[in-house]
């Protein structure tokens, strides 16, 4: 996945990786390159966690992002602001809870929506299966 996100963030014309990458036009390559691991689902002390960890990580440049697990009512996943004017506007705080928690086994499928600064959306439908955490 890294050599994935190396070579999109390399196609914005201009960028390089530690700048910017900001703007829904330099992150729009990164999401497409990474669609597969936009989530992961982990089983975790009884309870089904879902991590929105690599949303998170290139959340500048993204409005809104939606989910809707096993065909229910979408919910929108709260994120921190862009850290604009730091040297890392897209890092994740410390203290950051990156996931949500459900009851064990009950997440079967998820659909993501991301919505980008510019208007334009990406979406995406997870089975449990193709993005279930070892061990």
Request: aromatic residues 10%; proline residues 5%; hydrophobic residues 45%.
């Amino acid at each position: 996945m890294f050599r994935a996100v190396v070579i999109a963030a390399l196609l914005v014309p201009g960028m390089g990786l530690g700048q910017g990458l900001t703007t829904a036009a330099e992150v729009k390559p990164i999401f497409a390159a990474t669609k597969a691991s936009w989530i992961a689902v982990r089983e975790w002390e009884g309870q089904d966690l879902i991590y929105f960890t690599q949303i998170e990580s290139w959340r500048c440049g993204v409005a809104e992002v939606r989910y809707a697990v096993n065909g229910g009512a979408e919910q929108v996943w709260a994120m921190d602001p862009c850290f604009t004017g730091t040297a890392q506007p897209n890092a994740v705080s410390a203290d950051r809870i990156p996931y949500t928690v459900l009851p064990l086994r009950s997440v079967q499928q998820v659909d993501v929506v991301v919505v980008f600064e510019d208007g334009t959306s990406d979406s995406a439908h997870y089975e449990r299966a193709a993005v279930l955490m070892p061990g």
